[in-house]
T-cell receptor, first 111, second 113 residues
Framework: ETGVTQTPRHLVMGMTNKKSLKCEQH?????MYWYKQSAKKPLELMFV???????ENNSVPSRFSPECPNSSHLFLHLHTLQPEDSALYLC??????????FGEGSRLTVL | GENVEQHPSTLSVQEGDSAVIKCTYS??????FPWYKQELGKRPQLIID?????GEKKDQRIAVTLNKTAKHFSLHITETQPEDSAVYFC????????????FGAGTRLAVHP
């Protein structure tokens, strides 16, 4: 148990659907992250929330919309995605400069 | 922005041999260099890290070296075992109140019995 839980673990959606990915951390950390993992590519940092404030938004298309209602929860809202958005989406948390603890990921398939 | 290059992309060794994975980074402001191991279907997990005020760090069979002048760092695994088979990612981080990690593309290590 790493203390970072992601749901759902698998998601299949059409290009016109709206869905959300959820992440919850039980480690008392003050920063949370969304990473995208595609085959044969580096882990791509998408968003960072530090103390519930978004501090990084790495040129991510607006069809991805993050939300951090409190320090323990992070969401990624998905809307009108493209097939190339199919990937493993990893949530992580850390305490300032400390180790990143990753969740198991949400495997997204866009049809 | 920061860029992290990682080599090789695949590495195959015999059990008991050593394995070395190398990474270079572009931004001299980076000050934290972790290595993550990701087994098939699992989450990435930290195995060792090093900060810029240290040149080498060792933890049992795993060691990391850092050359700040050349902006490269390496992971060394000695006496490899089949359970070391996984994808290994290096990363470099900026200061900033949180851990902004830029990852390398990963090295798939296969240890053959």
């Amino acid at each position: 148990e790493t203390g970072v839980t992601q749901t759902p673990r698998h998601l299949v959606m059409g290009m016109t659907n709206k869905k959300s990915l959820k992440c919850e951390q039980h480690l008392g950390h003050n920063a949370m992250y969304w990473y995208k993992q595609s085959a044969k590519k580096p882990l791509e940092l998408m968003f960072v929330y530090s103390l519930e404030e978004r501090v990084e938004n790495n040129s991510v298309p607006s069809r991805f919309s993050p939300e951090c209602p409190n320090s323990s929860h992070l969401f990624l809202h998905l809307h009108t995605l493209q097939p190339e958005d199919s990937a493993l989406y990893l949530c992580a948390s850390s305490q300032e400069y400390g180790e990143l603890f990753f969740g198991e990921g949400s495997r997204l398939t866009v049809l | 922005g920061e860029n992290v290059e990682q080599h090789p992309s695949t590495l195959s060794v015999q059990e008991g041999d050593s394995a070395v994975i190398k990474c270079t980074y572009s931004d001299s402001a980076s000050n934290y260099f972790p290595w993550y191991k990701q087994e098939l279907g699992k989450r990435p997990q930290l195995i060792i890290d090093i900060r810029s005020n240290v040149g080498e760090k060792k933890d049992q069979r795993i060691a990391v070296t850092l050359n700040k002048t050349a902006k490269h760092f390496s992971l060394h695994i000695t006496e490899t075992q089949p359970e070391d088979s996984a994808v290994y990612f290096c990363a470099a981080s900026y200061p900033g109140g949180y851990n902004k990690l830029i990852f390398g593309a990963g090295t798939r290590l296969a240890v053959h019995p």
